[in-house]
């Protein structure tokens, strides 16, 4: 897909292979093109390449994400971890600690900015009661649509 600028999610990108010297991994994007460098191993080193760079660009999206909606939310949080979870996308516990699936920036922008306000109403309502679920409405008023996205669409966000 065209026009993906640096900060889309959920585009179609491709992916150029570039061999490299001794065991130096390299990702680097431009435009619609990420270009892998690694030494051997095919997929494999390919596929754990671009987990790490996934992991690191996963880290500072959710945090920034994270900072802006605790502070719109009055609350805070007090720990970030990148995961691969093979079944949750995300998860917030009692001390604020949170854990985002690296597998989120494989999808559309608003499917990250909700798990982000999922994580962040958790850190008020513990639960999925109906109170969560209208906080949750009131900062995402299209939570639902986003939830049945992510149960249709969540297998496919794979490299």
């Keep these: 897909m065209r026009g993906c600028d640096e900060r889309a999610r959920g585009c179609l990108i491709e992916i150029s292979r570039r061999p490299s010297a001794g065991s130096i991994r390299h990702v680097k994007r431009r435009g619609d093109v990420l270009t ?10 390919i ?8 992991r690191k660009r996963a880290r500072e999206e959710v945090a ?11 609350t805070s949080w007090a720990r970030l971890s990148i995961r ?9 516990s009692t001390s604020g600690a949170m854990s985002f699936n690296w597998r989120l920036l494989l999808a559309p922008e608003p499917i990250l900015d909700y798990v982000v306000e999922h994580e962040v109403a958790h850190l008020q309502v513990l639960d999925h009661s109906p109170r969560f679920w209208r906080l949750l409405g009131s900062r995402c008023p299209e939570c639902r649509e986003h939830e049945r996205w992510l149960k249709r669409h ?6």
Excluded at 47 to 54: F, I, K, N, S, T
Aim: with cysteine; charged share 30%.
């Design 36 to 45: 892998v460098k690694v030494a051997r191993g095919g997929r494999a080193a």
């Design 47 to 54: 596929a754990d390449a671009l987990e790490r760079w996934y």
């Design 64 to 74: 920034i994400r994270l900072d802006d909606a605790t502070t719109r939310a009055g």
């Design 84 to 92: 691969g979870q093979r079944t949750r996308w995300a998860s917030c």
């Design 154 to 159: 969540g297998a496919a966000l794979r490299l």
